[in-house]
T-cell receptor, first 114, second 114 residues
Framework: DQQVKQNSPSLSVQEGRISILNCDYT??????FLWYKKYPAEGPTFLIS?????DKNEDGRFTVFLNKSAKHLSLHIVPSQPGDSAVYFC?????????????FGQGTILTVHP | DAMVIQNPRYQVTQFGKPVTLSCSQT?????MYWYQQKSSQAPKLLFH???????NEADTPDNFQSRRPNTSFCFLDIRSPGLGDAAMYLC?????????????FGDGTRLSIL
């Protein structure tokens, strides 16, 4: 049972345009959501997070939106740059006694073309 | 720079031959996690340590063990690796167990089984 899903395996975007990566979840106990970026041969790097008490969090070019009723979150990258080309993982945590356990989606490969 | 370091980056072992993967951290974090990531799949939590307190995920095979001799180091032991254990193994740390903090990942060890 996959509790966090990234339904788009890949996304291709032109440099300067917006990239929108989507993530859906099924577990209503999740209350903290994160996005990680992963380059080949490197570990995942934390990008941005959002708590369930918010519906938006912004950090520079990166904005995460959370729609709790739809159990959906998205990552917006504006403007997209070639260096943003990587695999993006959505992850969720249930807080409480979940001991910080992260449940990951399968990832979306983002390619930004110059 | 404070970081999470995994050794070796690539490990080849024979079917059934025990193997140990290593993780060290300079972040002085209380919690250390081991994830398994198979190709094109989401990272999956195997177990974690909160200080010296070990916690196994329910579906982690008995073949997988872990040791944490001190705050800085954590080891993943695979007693009798099978072909299905070929994967990327990721170590992560976080400062506190039940708080909304991102986990910091190492670059992983890619394990191949001959």
């Amino acid at each position: 049972d996959q509790q966090v899903k990234q339904n788009s395996p890949s996304l291709s975007v032109q440099e300067g345009r917006i990239s929108i990566l989507n993530c859906d979840y099924t577990n209503s106990m999740f209350d903290y959501f994160l996005w990680y970026k992963k380059y080949p041969a490197e570990g995942p790097t934390f990008l941005i997070s959002i708590s369930s008490i918010k519906d938006k969090n912004e950090d520079g070019r990166f904005t995460v939106f959370l729609n709790k009723s739809a159990k959906h979150l998205s990552l917006h990258i504006v403007p997209s740059q070639p260096g943003d080309s990587a695999v993006y993982f959505c992850a969720a945590n249930a807080g409480g006694t979940s001991y910080g356990k992260l449940t990951f989606g399968q990832g979306t490969i983002l390619t930004v073309h110059p | 720079d404070a970081m999470v370091i995994q050794n070796p980056r690539y490990q080849v072992t024979q079917f059934g031959k025990p193997v140990t993967l290593s993780c060290s951290q300079t972040l002085n974090h209380n919690v250390m996690y081991w994830y398994q990531q198979k190709s094109s799949q989401a990272p999956k939590l195997l177990f974690h340590y909160y200080d010296k307190d070990f916690n196994n995920e329910a579906d982690t095979p008995d073949n997988f063990q872990s040791r944490r001799p001190n705050t800085s180091f954590c080891f993943l032991d695979i007693r009798s690796p099978g072909l299905g254990d070929a994967a990327m193994y990721l170590c992560a740390t976080s400062g506190r167990i039940n708080s909304n903090q991102p986990q910091h990942f190492g670059d992983g060890t890619r394990l191949s089984i001959l």
